[in-house]
C-alpha cells in the first residue's frame, strides 16, 4: 500500500489537456480494433472468466444463427459448444484460470461446432488471451464445413483408386499366371501337330496349323508381358544404392548383340549413385534402349545418348536416339498397356515395354515422358530423387 503512494506521489501532476488527448486516443483505438472485428471474415467471440460471452461480432451472427443481443452474457457452453463437449470446455476454463496452462491457447486446432438450429459442422479456431489482468479470451472462428467435405471426398476417392488399383492388379496377375499353363499347353500340342501333319500333303491344313501356332506364341508374349507389368509392384525388392555407371555398362553387355547388328554406338554421361531397386532400373534401361536400337532410322547408324541432368531434388535422365522418332500426338499413349504404333511384321513387340519403364519409374516416385518428333528421333526423360546420402550429388 505504501509503495503504491509513492508511486502515485511520483507521478507529475496530471495535464488536462494531456488527459483529454490520451482518453481521445484510447477511443480511437478502440473504434479501430472493433472496426477490425465487427469486419472480420472469420467468427470473433470473447468471454470473461466465468465462460460468459462478451463479444460476438456479426459473422458469428451468420454462422451460428444467434444475434449479439441474445448471446451476450449467456454461457458459450450453452451456445455454440455442442452437449458432449460442454463438460470439457467448462473444466478445461477452470484449469486454465487456476494453473495458467492452456493446450489451446494460441493454438490453431480443429473442433466441432453446433449451429443455433442444432446442426453440428467442423470449425477452425484460435484461442488467444484479450486481457490476462482481467481474464478475457478471445477467439476467431472459420467455418471449414466446405474444406471438410472436401478432404473426406479426396480421401474417399482416393481410397476406392487404392482399391480398385489391387483389385486390377490382382485381375492381371492371375489372369496372367492362370493363362501361362493352358497357353504353353496349346503350344506344345500345336507343335507337336506340325511335325505329324509334316507328311501331311495338303498346304492349306499345315498353313493353318502354323497360325495356330504363331497366335499361341504372340499370347504367350501378351501374357508374359502382363505377369511382368504386375510383378513391377508384387516382386519388387528393397531400394539399395545403385551406381548407374556400372548399371548402364551391364546392359550395354548384356544388349552386345543387338548393338553391333544394328552398328549402334552407345555413349553415357557420369551418372550418379541412385537409390532405387537395381533389377528394376536394369529393366528399365534395357527397355528404353533396346527400343531406341529397334526403331533406328534406316538413313543413319543409330547413335544412343544417355544423359542426366541434376535439377533441384531430382536427376533427370535421358535417353537420346536419332530414330524414326514419334508423332507429338502420341506422346502419351505410347505409355499405356499393350500400345504399339506399329504392326507387328514391321517392328516386334508387345507394346509392354513402356508400360512396365511407367511402372517402374512411379514406384521410384518420379516421372517419365517423352520428347521427340518423326523422323529427328525420340527422347525419353525419366526422374529420380537424389539421395544426398550417396556422396555422388
Ligand atoms: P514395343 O517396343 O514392344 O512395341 P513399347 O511399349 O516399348 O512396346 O513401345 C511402344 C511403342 O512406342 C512402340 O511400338 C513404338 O511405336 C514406340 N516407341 C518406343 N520407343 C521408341 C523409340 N525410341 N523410337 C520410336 N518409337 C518408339
Request: some cysteine; charged content about 25%.
Amino acid at each position: 500500500m505504501k509503495r503504491i503512494c509513492v508511486l502515485i506521489a511520483s507521478q507529475p501532476p496530471e495535464d488536462p489537456l494531456i488527459s483529454a488527448a490520451a482518453t481521445d486516443a484510447a477511443k480511437a483505438s478502440e473504434h479501430r480494433a472493433r472496426a477490425v472485428i465487427e469486419n472480420a471474415y472469420d467468427a470473433f467471440i470473447g468471454i470473461d472468466a466465468s465462460g460468459a460471452i462478451v463479444d460476438w461480432n456479426s459473422r458469428a451472427e451468420s454462422m451460428f444463427g444467434w444475434s449479439r443481443a441474445e448471446v451476450l452474457g449467456v454461457q458459450l457452453s450453452q451456445t455454440i459448444i455442442p452437449l458432449q463437449y460442454r463438460e470439457a470446455h467448462e473444466r478445461g476454463l477452470k484449469h486454465f484460470l487456476s494453473t495458467g496452462e492452456g493446450p489451446i491457447i494460441n493454438r490453431r486446432i480443429e473442433v466441432t461446432a453446433v449451429h443455433h438450429n442444432g446442426r453440428e459442422f467442423p470449425v477452425e479456431l484460435a484461442v488467444f488471451i484479450v486481457d490476462s489482468a482481467n481474464p478475457t479470451f478471445g477467439a476467431f472462428i472459420r467455418d471449414i464445413s466446405e474444406r471438410k467435405a472436401a478432404e473426406e471426398a479426396l480421401l474417399k476417392l482416393s481410397e476406392e483408386l487404392q482399391r480398385s488399383n489391387a483389385d486390377l492388379q490382382h485381375f492381371a496377375f492371375i489372369a496372367a499366371h492362370d493363362l501361362r499353363e493352358p497357353l504353353r499347353t496349346i503350344s506344345s500340342f500345336t507343335e507337336l501337330l506340325r511335325d505329324q501333319l509334316g507328311r501331311y500333303p495338303d498346304p492349306d491344313v499345315q498353313e493353318n496349323v502354323r497360325f495356330i501356332s504363331g497366335a499361341a506364341k504372340r499370347m504367350q508374349q501378351l501374357v508374359d508381358g502382363l505377369l511382368a507389368y504386375s510383378r513391377v509392384e508384387t516382386r519388387g525388392q528393397e531400394f539399395e544404392f545403385v551406381d548407374c555407371n556400372e548399371l548402364v555398362d551391364r546392359v550395354i553387355s548384356l544388349l552386345k548383340v543387338s548393338i553391333d547388328e544394328a552398328g549402334a554406338t552407345v555413349t553415357r554421361d557420369d551418372l550418379p549413385v541412385v537409390k532405387g531397386d537395381a533389377a528394376q532400373l536394369e529393366q528399365l534401361i534395357a527397355n528404353l534402349l533396346n527400343n531406341a536400337i529397334k526403331f533406328r532410322s534406316i538413313i543413319h547408324a543409330p547413335f544412343v545418348h544417355i544423359g542426366v541432368k541434376r535439377e533441384d531434388s531430382l536427376w533427370r535422365f535421358s535417353i537420346r536416339d536419332n530414330g524414326i522418332g514419334i508423332e507429338t500426338e502420341h506422346a502419351e499413349r505410347i505409355f499405356d498397356m499393350f500400345q504399339r504404333l506399329h504392326t507387328q511384321d514391321e517392328y516386334s513387340g508387345t507394346g509392354m515395354g513402356l508400360a512396365i519403364c511407367r511402372r517402374i519409374i512411379g514406384r521410384h516416385g518420379g516421372q517419365i515422358w517423352l520428347e521427340a518428333q518423326p523422323d529427328e528421333g525420340s527422347t525419353f526423360h525419366f526422374t529420380i530423387l537424389v539421395d544426398e546420402t550417396t556422396g555422388r550429388t
